[in-house]
């Protein structure tokens, strides 16, 4: 297996030297991403680092963490790298890590693996209480949107991921920036990838972070809720109809038939001043009642439909067919 790195490179000259030196040997590339830097990040390592796994990449213009990543993929996918692990430059990531995100790849056991800060209790006494409920948070939305409920800390950049799996997604439409890994979440599931996730210790130095959570929070709102209609429509009406679909339709059709024959009876009684009946009342609040459960009920299949048989292993089966179909 060959593995490569991937490195973002953005204002970290300061620290990308000794993320590199702490490379282990087993991996075969490196990836160094100059995203349009303003301190020549790739100059200043072509300049300054002998590594000869190194290759410098350069975006002409400034793409975000997800168009560096991406950028690297797609150098990975030509030089055919097996797995490409993606570690920040700014020292925040350990990549003496890299086996452990690794080996379930390789074990086959996941497509994908990124890392995990809330696995440990003593993983988090360092973290900002503003990040501690900020991820928790996002790990909900991410969980409703992505359809992966078994993973947490659905930013957290630490990731590796099979080649196999990455020629399958449209990696020219990903998000270029701060929603890259949630949308990376997003396309893994449409594809149905394994995800799993890694325990680590968050490590926090003396960076300052570009991202402003009331600057993003909206935009994060509405990416989700669209990804989250998007996977509902593609998985439950469009791949697929199966007993989830008919939960949530049917839930759906029961909350709001109740909720508007409850609404116009109240507004006829407070415009007549007539108190409505008890049948009345009751014949609004059982279609909610059987609709909210018919609901739960869509939650739980969908919690259970979780991706679990790693994609890669079928997509290699299938070239390995290829392979002894042609004369």
């Not at 790849?105 to 006494?125: H, M, W």
């Not at 709102?221 to 669209?226: C, D, P």
Request: glycine share 6%.
């Amino acid at each position: 297996m060959k593995i490569a790195v991937a490195i973002p490179c953005y204002k970290v000259t300061q620290h990308v030297l000794d993320v590199i030196r702490t490379v282990p040997a087993s991996v075969t590339r490196i990836y160094a991403v100059d995203d349009a830097c303003p301190d020549n990040s790739g100059a200043f390592i072509m300049q300054h680092c002998k590594d000869q796994r190194v290759q410098v990449l350069f975006n002409p213009q400034n793409q975000g963490v997800g168009g560096a990543v991406v950028t690297a993929y797609q150098q990975a996918l030509v030089d055919g790298m097996d797995i490409v692990v993606k570690v920040d430059g700014d020292g925040q990531m350990n990549p003496k890590l890299l086996p452990l995100f690794v080996h379930p790849i390789l074990s086959g056991q996941a497509d994908y693996t990124k890392g995990n800060r809330f696995f440990r209790p003593e993983s988090v006494r360092g973290m900002p209480p503003v990040r501690l409920v900020g991820n928790a948070l996002l790990s909900f939305l991410t969980k409703l949107s992505c359809g992966y409920w078994s993973i947490m800390d659905p930013t957290n950049g630490y990731t590796a991921v099979h080649t196999s799996v990455l020629r399958e997604l449209p990696l020219d439409k990903l998000e270029k920036r701060y929603f890259f890994e949630t949308d990376m979440l997003f396309r893994l599931n449409t594809i149905r990838a394994v995800v799993r996730d890694v325990p680590m210790d968050s490590v926090y130095a003396d960076e300052q972070s570009n991202l402003k959570i009331s600057r993003v929070l909206p935009e994060f709102l509405k990416k989700h809720l669209s990804r989250l209609g998007r996977r509902y429509v593609y998985n439950y009406l469009v791949r697929d109809f199966n007993v989830g679909s008919v939960y949530s339709l049917c839930g759906s059709l029961l909350v709001f038939v109740g909720g508007a024959f409850g609404v116009w009876h109240w507004a006829h009684s407070n415009a007549s001043h007539l108190p409505a009946t008890s049948g009345t009342v009751m014949l609004a609040a059982m279609p909610i009642l059987v609709g909210i459960q018919l609901l739960i009920a869509f939650l739980h299949h969908d919690v259970s439909n979780v991706p679990s048989d790693p994609l890669q292993i079928s997509l290699r089966e299938h070239i390995d067919d290829l392979e002894e179909a042609q004369p």
